[in-house]
């Protein structure tokens, strides 16, 4: 072999052990704490919380307000109104009648005006109270919008609450492989100074220690970002949620609950969704928007009256006063406008077809989420309690076959399997009864349960 195979050979066994010459020296990484995170909330109280305090609400509440001053604007039409006027000018007369051109009269004179008037609107074809009905509906439209931000929140805690347990769950799974690893770690590491197994079964078990504390360090991330996202809904400080206010781990809540009915549901759905009341609502408010369109056509009433006082001075030697009261009816009638009334009654009809269509899709939605849901309920309620059992059955075989391996009677091969069957039935397991549980709350949500007894 020449000089430069030599040294190409050479060159390439280097490269190959940089690696484990790399690895041979890799430090211990800094030992976790692995403290699983869990306080004493629990969703209802994180949904009252959120009920109480978020900003939607507020804004929510304000835009009733809002409504319930249009519907005094609508209202105040019935009363009569008044109106105060005064007035001074200097006025530069001249004068030069017709039937005597010979005659000029030309005066600087200076006038004072003062003087109240009321008018009241008596009959307007029924638009006022169209109107004021239209302002009512408005008002109970905001009220469902309030319901439905509350009906929503609820749902968006309950998400994020789930979430969060399911972060919890999953590090305490991670917690508990680690244990597990370190203490089979320890006592390969006395069978390996002895001689009795090879190092790579030590080392086997460190690496899987190091992947569950990587595992939980995951799900850290994942928990707080999901407590985060509470904290937010919850309207807290900084958006931070207190170590006493961590979510409770609940075992097997809701599993004695029975699932109820579609058409149970649905029927409860349609007297109760806020979102579908308030459609309700604004179709009611135009079609009294519509009659009061249609009340144009008709002429208008008004009874008036008033006081006016009028005083002219410097009219040649004298001065005249003049006082004046009045009170009648008038009446104004539009017979023509080009049109434009008719335009508008097609406008708000149009506007109702296209808000009757609303409520059709929402109506499909609706029963679309509800048959979800409770097909959601039922499947993972049913995966929920045979995972549960094929977890206690997995941790049946890893504890026989770790009692084994320690008797020498089965692989390390065999006993990775068994403990990694176990992980997978643990994060299985507690994914679908934290599923099952989130699946009735947007089950509730759907038919719009969820508030009942948050207040």
């Known amino acids: 072999m020449s000089n430069s195979n030599v040294s190409t050979a050479l060159l390439l066994l280097f490269l190959l052990l940089i690696p484990l010459l790399g690895l041979s020296h890799a430090e211990e990484p800094a030992p976790l704490s692995m403290d699983v995170p869990i306080g004493a909330l629990t969703l209802r109280e994180a949904q009252r919380m959120a009920l109480a305090s978020s900003p939607s609400i507020e804004e929510a509440l304000a835009r009733i307000q809002a409504s319930q001053a249009v519907l005094d604007q609508a209202r105040s039409s019935l009363q009569p109104t008044a109106n105060f006027y005064a007035g001074y000018r200097n006025q530069d007369s001249s004068l030069q009648p017709d039937w005597a051109p010979e005659v000029q009269v030309r005066d600087n004179l200076n006038i004072s005006n003062v003087g109240i008037q009321a008018n009241w609107l008596i009959f307007d074809g029924f638009s006022r109270r169209a109107l004021i009905l239209a302002s009512q509906h408005g008002v109970k439209a905001s009220e469902q919008i309030l319901g439905e931000t509350r009906r929503l929140l609820a749902e968006a805690v309950a998400t994020a609450y789930y979430q969060a347990q399911l972060a919890v769950e999953s590090m305490l799974i991670a917690q508990q492989n680690h244990i597990f690893n370190r203490a089979l770690e320890k006592e390969a590491d006395i069978r390996w100074q002895v001689g009795s197994i090879p190092e790579a079964d030590k080392l086997n078990f460190s690496v899987r220690a190091l ?6 360090i995951k799900e850290e991330q994942i928990f707080e970002i999901v407590t985060t996202v509470l904290a937010e809904l919850m309207a807290l400080p900084e958006a931070k949620l207190p170590e006493e206010m961590y979510p409770v781990r609940n075992e097997d809540g809701g599993t004695t609950r029975s699932i109820p009915s579609y058409e149970e549901e649905f029927s409860y759905a349609l007297q109760n969704r806020p979102d579908l009341k308030a459609l309700q609502s604004n179709i009611a408010a135009l079609q009294e928007n519509k009659k009061a369109k249609k009340g144009d056509y008709s002429p208008k009433v008004f009874l008036n009256g008033g006081f006016d006082y009028t005083k002219m001075t410097d009219i040649g030697a004298i001065d005249q006063e003049e006082h ?36 059709q899709q929402m ?35 890893r504890d026989h076959v770790e009692k084994a391996y ?12 068994a403990q ?11 994914a679908s009864r934290i599923n099952y549980l989130l699946a009735l709350q947007q089950l509730d949500a759907a038919s719009s349960r969820i508030l009942d007894g948050i207040d």
């Open 324 to 359: 004046d009261a009045f009170a009648g009816l008038s009446l104004s009638w539009d017979l023509y406008k080009g049109g434009e009334r008719l335009a508008k009654i097609r406008e708000v009809d149009q506007i109702i077809r296209a808000t009757r269509q609303q409520q």
């Open 363 to 397: 109506t499909l939605a609706i029963q679309s989420a509800i048959r979800q849901s409770i097909a959601t309920v039922k499947a993972t309620r049913i995966m929920s309690d045979r995972r549960k059992l094929s977890l206690a059955l997995t941790a049946r075989i």
């Open 420 to 430: 990694t069957d176990l992980v997978r039935a643990s994060g299985a397991e507690a």
């Open 406 to 417: 320690r008797a020498g009677a089965a692989t390390l091969t065999r006993l990775n399997e």
């Open 211 to 216: 992947q569950a504390g990587t595992d939980f």
